[in-house]
């Protein structure tokens, strides 16, 4: 590996992990949250779980980094 491919390699994942952590584990961003319901736990999750950050075991997402 030559400077030019390092510094390369470097940018790109650093570009890649500022994607991975601009996602928001919170409700909003979970492949279970649809029509303001939970479909695991069947329920409105509380408000507060919507768009900030939870820890839920549940939370899904589809991988997409936007």
């Given amino acids: ?11 790109a994942l650093r570009k890649s992990l500022r994607e991975y952590e601009s996602i928001t584990p919170c409700c909003h961003s979970c492949l279970n949250y649809e029509r303001h319901q939970c479909r695991v ?10 768009n900030q950050p939870v820890d ?11």
């Fill in 56 to 66: 839920c075991p549940e939370w899904d997402h589809d991988s997409v980094p936007f």
């Fill in 1 to 11: 590996m030559n400077l030019i491919q390092l510094t390369t390699t470097k940018e």
């Fill in 41 to 50: 736990y069947k329920a409105a999750p509380p408000p507060e779980w919507v």
